[in-house]
Nanobody, 126 residues
């Protein structure tokens, strides 16, 4: 399995921006599709965004479309989540996940991923 470490979380005012990073180690990064999920207090973990192994295909949950951008740098073994126009409802622990997958489109279901990071807290104040 690949090891994943998220960073970049913090406290930001509504309308602000944050960029999350997820550094991978342990196996060849480019064979993995990568996803970002989040879990708010008292709620189930939910899908946010995903990117396929090459970076050529991305997918977003409707609530973050046009505000969040997922990208990857295979040379740096890192996936990013740029979050703009943040809202209080974006407050959650954000997790990155990895799955060996060579399809043209990335997996979007939580159960499809078998490697997870420890999470990073994002808090958006109103």
């Amino acid at each position: 399995q690949v090891q994943l470490v998220e960073s970049g979380g913090g406290l930001v005012q509504a309308g602000g921006s944050l960029r999350l990073s997820c550094a991978a180690s342990g196996r060849t990064f480019s064979i993995y599709a990568m996803g970002w999920f989040r879990q708010a207090p008292g709620k189930e973990r939910e899908f946010v965004a995903a990117i396929n192994w090459s970076g050529g295909s991305t997918y977003y949950v409707d609530s973050v479309k046009d505000r969040f951008t997922i990208s990857r740098d295979n040379a740096k073994n890192t996936v990013y989540l740029q979050m703009n126009s943040l809202k209080p409802e974006d407050t959650a622990v954000y997790y990155c996940a990895a799955e060996v997958d060579y399809r043209d489109y990335p997996p979007v279901r939580l159960a499809e991923y078998d490697s997870w990071g420890q999470g990073t807290q994002v808090t958006v104040s109103s």
